[in-house]
């Protein structure tokens, strides 16, 4: 069995910086890519950032592009997602998801593992 734990959330003001912590534990060697994804109030799941096993390879979507950082560090089987300039929008619920392949993916379904979610909220 593998865990995926999420910490680093909280209320933050808008154009702080926050930086979102996603602990593997368990069987760890089921977990390659790891992405994260976000849900805000009333809006579907979606794709944010991914990253590749070894940590070379990094995706994000559009939205985000420029603001959102992606890193890994395999020795402390930690994925991280570093929000800057926070803006309203960015208020959600924030999951990582892991699978066993290299190559991150920004499709849910591709995901096996999730995490239970840590919360952003942004104050102006």
């Known amino acids: 069995q593998v865990t995926l734990v999420e910490s680093g959330g909280g209320l933050v003001q808008a154009g702080e910086s926050l930086r979102l912590s996603c602990t593997v534990s368990g069987y760890t060697d089921s977990v390659a890519a790891m992405a994260w994804f976000r849900q805000a109030p009333g809006k579907e799941r979606e794709f944010v950032s991914g990253?590749?096993?070894?940590?070379?390879?990094?995706d994000y979507a559009d939205s985000v592009r420029g603001r959102f950082f992606v890193s890994r560090d395999n020795a402390k089987y930690t994925a991280y997602l570093q929000i800057d300039s926070l803006i309203r929008e960015d208020r959600a619920v924030y999951y990582c998801a892991g699978h066993d392949r290299d190559y991150p993916t920004g499709t849910e379904q591709d995901y096996r593992t999730w995490g239970q979610g840590t919360q952003v909220t942004v104050s102006s």
């Open positions: 990253i590749s096993g070894h940590g070379s390879y990094t």
